[in-house]
Structures are given as structure tokens and as C-alpha cells.
């Protein structure tokens, strides 16, 4: 089945560490995105990449870091500068010709600090 | 600049009742609209989408919504409410580039009484 994955599901930081959550898709879609949703707050995007070895800041991309090595991943850092960053992480991709520009979602991590 | 509003964060109704969540959107070019719907900690899902080729949309799980230009609107509906049906939707245009993210509503809040 063609789709995206996040892991882990659940992740735990102590404050000063970086850490690093994965996104993969088989859909063979050119962009790619990180969003992160705090509660009332909707989606905010971080990082949107339309192109291997691409990628460009969203609205809150401060404290994050993102890489486009390959078509199928586009893995998040979220950084010790990061101040707040307990929330859940969510990726999508899309198909950047054609198509109508929707966005498919994987299941999202939900990264705690500690 | 493209933009979305959702009018009420939360709404209420009872089982079997007329659900009606709000979606306004200001765009300078002719958008593409959508509707996912979020389950506790879970990603997005698609349920229906707007392209243009008819103004009422039928989506998934008995949902529909209608595109009226002139009010610039693009209300969500569902003519009986199931508990199943409790979740947070969220409202999203297309951007004017390709390849960059759709913008989202701040969501709103579905709950579904007994």
C-alpha cells in the first residue's frame, strides 16, 4: 500500500538534545512538508521541500533543521534551540505537476520533553 | 495573499442532528478547496476536495460541500450526525505555487452527543 510513515509514534527528549524524527513515502511525490500542531493553533508549517537536496523555511522553522537526500524521506531535527518543543509532528507529501495540490498526511509524532 | 477562516473553533450537536461546519477563504487566483478530518492523534485524512468541476462536493462518510463563489464559501455538511463522527476538521486552499503548502484553517472541533 502506497502511503507516508512517521516514527517513532511517541518520543521523549531531554531538554538539550537534539533529536531526529523520520518521514518516508512510497507515493512518489516531489514535495514534501512538516507541519507541527499545538492545540487550538491549526498547522503551522516549518520546512516544505519541492526537490531533492531542496527545501525551504515555513512560518516557524526557527529551532528545526530538515534534509532532502532522497525523493522518499525528508527526516526532521528538532533542535536544542528549539524552546517549546513538545507538540505533534506531522509530514505530507504531494504531487508537484498536475494534480490538484492535495496534501496526504502520515500519522504524525508526538515528540515530550522532559 | 490565499487565506482560510473557520468560523466557530468547536460546535456542538446531538446524534442524527444537521452538522454544519463554516469555511471562508479569500484567494487572488481560482482555488482549489478541501476538507480533512483529524482523529485523535492520528494524521489528516482527505474527505473531500473542490476542483472546479462541480460546486457540490460528495465526500467521504456522508459528508458533501458546496462552493459558492459569489459568498466565497466552501461550508462542510452532513445531513445526520454520528458519534463517529467526533473529531477536529480542518479547511485548506490551494497556494498560488505549486509545490508549496496548503493553507489551513484553524480547525474546529466536532462533538457528537448522545
Known amino acids: 500500500d502506497g502511503g507516508i510513515t512517521q516514527s517513532p509514534k511517541y518520543l521523549f527528549r531531554k531538554e538539550g538534545q537534539n533529536v531526529t524524527l523520520s518521514c518516508e513515502q512510497n507515493?512518489?511525490?516531489?514535495?514534501m512538508y512538516w507541519y507541527r500542531q499545538d492545540p487550538g493553533q491549526g498547522l503551522r508549517l516549518i520546512y516544505y521541500?519541492?526537490?531533492?537536496?531542496?527545501?525551504q523555511k515555513g512560518d516557524i522553522a526557527e529551532g528545526y533543521s530538515v534534509s532532502r537526500e532522497k525523493k522518499e524521506s525528508f527526516p526532521l531535527t528538532v533542535t536544542s534551540a528549539q524552546k517549546n518543543p513538545t507538540a505533534f509532528y506531522l509530514c505530507?507529501?504531494?504531487?508537484?505537476?498536475?494534480?490538484?495540490?492535495?496534501?496526504?498526511f502520515g500519522p504524525g509524532t508526538r515528540l515530550t520533553v522532559l | 495573499a490565499q487565506s482560510v477562516t473557520q468560523l466557530g473553533s468547536h460546535v456542538s450537536v446531538s446524534e442524527g442532528a444537521l452538522v454544519l461546519l463554516r469555511c471562508n477563504y479569500s484567494s487572488s487566483v481560482p482555488p482549489y478547496l478541501f476538507w480533512y478530518v483529524q482523529y485523535p492523534n492520528q494524521g489528516l485524512q482527505l474527505l473531500l476536495k473542490?476542483?472546479?468541476?462541480?460546486?457540490l462536493v460528495k465526500g467521504i462518510n456522508g459528508f458533501e460541500a458546496e462552493f459558492k463563489k459569489s459568498e466565497t464559501s466552501f461550508h462542510l455538511t452532513k445531513p445526520s450526525a454520528h458519534m463517529s463522527d467526533a473529531a477536529e476538521y480542518f479547511c485548506?486552499?490551494?497556494?498560488?505555487?505549486?509545490?508549496?503548502?496548503?493553507?489551513f484553517g484553524k480547525g474546529t472541533t466536532l462533538s457528537v452527543s448522545s
Open positions: 505530507a507529501s504531494s504531487e508537484l505537476a498536475g494534480g490538484f495540490h492535495e496534501q496526504f
Open positions: 507515493l512518489n511525490h516531489d514535495a
Open positions: 473542490y476542483t472546479s468541476a462541480a460546486t
Open positions: 485548506a486552499v490551494t497556494p498560488a505555487q505549486a509545490g508549496t503548502a496548503l493553507i
Open positions: 521541500s519541492q526537490i531533492v537536496n531542496d527545501f
